[in-house]
């Protein structure tokens, strides 16, 4: 089932503190390039991710520029007996991003697979919502998983998204998905479950990726003529 639900409200929680780190291994042999873009880190924090303990897996892909996110408590119910609580939750990645001085990134994909288990009348609902750390573009997806159904479900988003505004040089700004689940009945004492176990993301630097190239400023005190030489 592929399930990413994110609230404009939850924008404001971008810089929790008490999210979950979790680094990739260091690893000699698969460090990337300095120069390159690559995924440095990922924090995660929600009620349908709880950091402690830890309830969320974290693994990245030799050359970091792919990740992927193994969830065992997102999940979101409704039905006779069950609090309103449980029919929502959601789930906050923050993404740090290696990033040479001067470029941009964005994400190119972000894939999500689940279980749906739905009875009629039950609909199952599926937000995201991409943003830049510090930036007020936003971008919004959505799928819907109507019931009757019970099966698997895979949906991928395929994101276009650049920052309004180029990265300082040396500066790495992180992107936030915020997500969520949702499940309601419009039929009385139907049930239905809804969960999300994983999301991938990926870079793909030859679509996503603005570059240019940033000016030392030794060079460039360099490059500027003395008013006062030969005097």
């Known amino acids: 089932m592929h399930t990413l639900l ?41 009620s349908g991710c709880p950091i402690s303990p830890p309830s969320a897996v974290v ?17 979101a119910r409704t039905g006779p007996g069950v609090s309103y609580s449980e029919q929502r939750k959601n789930c906050q990645l923050t993404i740090s991003v290696h990033v040479p001085g001067g470029w941009q990134y964005s994400i190119a994909s972000a894939d999500f697979r689940g279980y749906a288990n739905l009875e009629d009348g039950v609909t199952g609902r599926q937000q995201s919502i991409y943003y830049f750390q510090g930036d007020q573009y936003t971008t919004v997806t959505q799928a ?23 990265s300082p040089c040396g500066e790495e700004r992180p992107l936030n998905i915020n997500t969520a689940i949702l499940v309601n009945s419009r039929k009385k004492g139907a049930s239905g479950e809804l969960t999300t176990d994983s999301v991938d993301g990926k870079v793909v630097q030859e679509y996503q990726f603005q570059w240019k190239k940033c000016r030392s400023p030794l060079a460039s005190a360099e490059a500027v003529p003395d008013p006062d030489a030969g005097i």
């Open 6 to 46: 994110l609230i404009l409200g939850l924008a404001a929680t971008a810089g929790m503190v008490n999210a979950a780190p979790v680094t990739p291994p260091v690893q000699n042999q698969n460090l990337p390039n300095a120069n390159d873009v690559y995924f440095s880190s990922v924090n995660y924090a929600g």
């Open 59 to 75: 693994t990245f892909a030799p050359d970091k520029t792919s990740f992927t996110v193994l969830f065992d408590q997102f999940v």
């Open 144 to 166: 819907l998983i109507k019931g009757p159904t019970q099966d698997n479900y895979s949906f991928r988003d395929q994101i276009v998204l650049t920052s309004t505004s180029w």
